[in-house]
């Protein structure tokens, strides 16, 4: 069951992107970001947002007013 609701999630999350780049006109690489911690064990893990804007990226001024 836990796989689902995963899956759910990491749709929704690739929905959302999708309608941040549909919506303001972004690329893929303007609306993901991601960075690299240190666990406590010593591996690194990647976290990355949901979605990402920022204010310079979006050319179109009344989109960007929103």
Do not use: H, K, N
Not at 20 to 33: F, G, I, K, M, N
Not at 39 to 64: C, E, K, N, Y
């Amino acid at each position: 069951m836990t796989s689902i609701y995963r899956q759910i999630g990491i749709g929704c999350e690739r929905l959302f992107r999708e309608i941040l780049q549909d919506a303001l006109r972004l690329s893929p690489e303007e609306v993901t970001w991601s960075y690299t911690v240190a666990r406590a064990d010593g591996r690194s893990q990647t976290l990355s947002l949901d979605g990402r804007i920022l204010f310079d990226a979006v050319s179109d001024s009344d989109r960007r007013g929103r």
